[in-house]
């Protein structure tokens, strides 16, 4: 089963997140921030990650810079999954090393189609 990491402060966003995955047979596991994130990371290898952009401690363009730099993650898809979408944001995370930029709300079909073009 590939496996999951999805980073959001929103309880509520995490929770409908997993829910859309787990459906479509992946495993997830949850971060509330990109400090905790991180560390969740460096323990073990996920197959994706999707992150909120905003959060508190440490945000998500930070959080993906941080990822590239720990064994196994240089080519790990990370997905921006965030209500941002100003060039001068989504270029910030592409040059942090995002994969893709996904504006809330998202359909769960469309988060679907993602996922499964970048996990194979």
């Known amino acids: 089963m590939k496996q999951v990491l999805t980073v959001d402060d929103s309880a509520s966003v995490r929770q409908m997140v997993s ?9 997830v596991m949850e971060a509330v921030d990109g400090k905790q994130g991180l560390e969740k990371a460096g ?27 720990l064994p196994g993650y240089s080519f790990t898809p990370i997905l921006m999954l965030t209500t941002e979408s100003q060039p001068e944001k989504k270029d910030a995370g592409r040059k942090a090393g995002t994969t ?21």
């Open 19 to 27: 829910f859309t995955l787990r459906k479509a047979g992946y495993g």
């Open 43 to 69: 323990g073990q290898k996920f197959d994706l990650v999707i992150t909120d952009l905003n959060m508190p401690v440490m945000d998500g363009i930070e959080m993906t810079a941080g990822m590239r730099k």
């Open 100 to 120: 893709g930029w996904i504006v809330k709300p998202f359909q769960a079909e469309q988060l679907i189609a993602v996922v499964q073009k970048l996990v194979r």
